[in-house]
C-alpha cells in the first residue's frame, strides 16, 4: 500500500573508486555509482559504473571542480592525479608506519599541604 506520494530531485554519485595499478597492466579507475536524494540519503543498490583508462604518458587533462559549490578550479592530467594518488599513497603508509607517539601527561606529586615540586 502506498501512502503520500512525495517528489524529490534524485542525484548519481560516485560511491565506491576503485584504482587498478596492477603490474605490467595500464592503470585505470571505475566509478561504481548508486542514486542519493538532495539531502544526502543513498538509496540502496548500485546504479551503474563508468571507467578511464589511465594511458601512459596521455596528455589529455580535466577539469577540477569544487565539490560544494561546483566551480572550475583548475585543470589536472592524468599523470598528475596519478602522482597525487602515488603521493596520497606515500602519506597513508608513512602515518600509517610512523604513528604519532602516544601523549603521557605527567602525574605530579600532592600533599595534604598542595603540590610539591
Given at each position: 500500500?502506498?501512502?503520500?506520494?512525495?517528489?524529490?530531485?534524485?542525484?548519481?554519485r560516485?560511491?565506491?573508486?576503485?584504482?587498478?595499478?596492477?603490474?605490467?597492466?595500464?592503470?585505470?579507475?571505475?566509478?561504481?555509482?548508486?542514486?542519493?536524494?538532495?539531502?544526502?540519503?543513498?538509496?540502496?543498490?548500485?546504479?551503474?559504473?563508468?571507467?578511464?583508462?589511465?594511458?601512459?604518458?596521455?596528455?589529455?587533462t580535466?577539469?577540477?571542480?569544487?565539490?560544494?559549490?561546483?566551480?572550475?578550479?583548475?585543470?589536472?592530467?592524468?599523470?598528475?592525479?596519478?602522482?597525487?594518488?602515488y603521493?596520497?599513497?606515500?602519506?597513508?603508509?608513512?602515518?600509517?608506519?610512523?604513528?604519532?607517539?602516544?601523549?603521557?601527561?605527567?602525574?605530579?606529586?600532592?600533599?595534604?599541604?598542595?603540590?610539591?615540586?
Amino acid at each position: 500500500m502506498l501512502y503520500k506520494e512525495e517528489e524529490t530531485t534524485i542525484y548519481r554519485r560516485a560511491n565506491t573508486v576503485v584504482i587498478n595499478n596492477e603490474l605490467g597492466l595500464t592503470p585505470d579507475i571505475t566509478f561504481h555509482e548508486q542514486y542519493a536524494t538532495v539531502g544526502g540519503e543513498a538509496i540502496n543498490g548500485r546504479l551503474g559504473s563508468c571507467s578511464l583508462v589511465l594511458e601512459e604518458g596521455s596528455e589529455e587533462t580535466f577539469t577540477l571542480v569544487h565539490p560544494e559549490l561546483g566551480v572550475a578550479l583548475g585543470e589536472m592530467s592524468y599523470v598528475e592525479l596519478q602522482v597525487a594518488i602515488y603521493s596520497l599513497y606515500l602519506h597513508a603508509a608513512d602515518k600509517r608506519d610512523n604513528p604519532p607517539a602516544p601523549v603521557v601527561e605527567e602525574e605530579s606529586e600532592e600533599t595534604e599541604d598542595g603540590p610539591t615540586e
